[in-house]
């Protein structure tokens, strides 16, 4: 049995994610809305919800306004959004789960089992992410965002320009940065290559997510190129003409 709260100032966007839960989440059992952020807030006196679908834009204050005045939320925020390439990306990049709007059923039921699979609200981990969310959506461009990369020790935070390169094992990729020490991560490659794409990051090998600010050479038979921390990273052969593209090699 979960409670949830929508917090939308759209009474449409509210009715409909509403009838997505109540058709397609069965295991959220009790649902209130709020058109504002002063509206939640005053729920949440004497309501205590499993989770909190936030929109992202709102009249007045907005969902980080929202972020910036919980003090230890006992819930997991999924945020909701029309497609806004800044906002999304500074989520992305704080390791929080949102749906763009219009929301599809399918997406909504993927983002609950991603829930599931936690179930167990961390409220100190989330505060973390959400000040680092507040954090990324203040910054003037989106390349000097930090990423929260979650390790055992802790949820970490990089800039793009401390990471030299990953590398996929299976489900965990490794990240080498310029602090020497890798950071090992349960988010795949994949997840990174997509996020990172967009800042050059160069996918080398099935294995190999390079940043191309940190490679100083490239071999003479393009079979791998030099990392500035001096590793040889492989360059696969169905690679090897997108990278010589992607870095300009003659």
């Known amino acids: 049995m979960i409670k949830a709260l929508i917090i939308d100032d759209e009474p449409k966007a509210r009715t409909v994610l509403k009838y997505y839960i109540e058709s397609f989440v069965e295991e959220i059992t009790e649902i209130r809305q709020a058109e504002s952020v002063e509206q939640a807030l005053e729920i ?37 959004t029309a497609y806004n390439q800044y906002a999304v990306q500074a989520i992305r990049f704080s390791a929080l789960d ?62 793009l320009e401390q990471i030299i390169r990953m590398q996929g094992d299976g489900n965990y990729t490794f990240i080498h940065t310029t602090h020497k020490k890798p950071i090992v991560t349960s988010k795949t490659l994949k997840y990174f290559d997509e996020m990172l794409e967009e800042f050059g990051f160069i996918r080398t090998h099935k294995s190999h997510l390079v940043n191309p600010k940190h490679i100083s050479q490239m ?32």
């Open 219 to 250: 071999s003479h038979d393009h079979g791998y190129i030099v990392v500035s921390d001096g590793t040889e990273v492989e360059i696969s052969r169905r690679k090897k003409l997108e990278v010589i593209k992607l870095l300009n090699v003659r």
């Open 98 to 159: 949102y749906l763009l709007k219009p929301v599809d059923p399918d997406e909504l039921r993927f983002a609950m089992d991603r829930y599931l699979k936690i179930q167990k609200v961390d409220a100190k981990s989330n505060l973390i992410l959400y000040d680092n969310l507040v954090h990324n959506i203040g910054k003037s461009e989106i390349k000097d965002f930090r990423l929260a990369v979650p390790s055992k020790d802790g949820v970490l935070f990089l800039t």
């Open 44 to 80: 949440l006196r004497n309501y205590n919800p499993g989770i909190v679908f936030l929109d992202v834009e709102m009249p007045k204050r907005n969902g980080f306004d929202f972020l910036r005045a919980l003090v230890n939320p006992s819930f997991e925020v999924i945020f909701t």
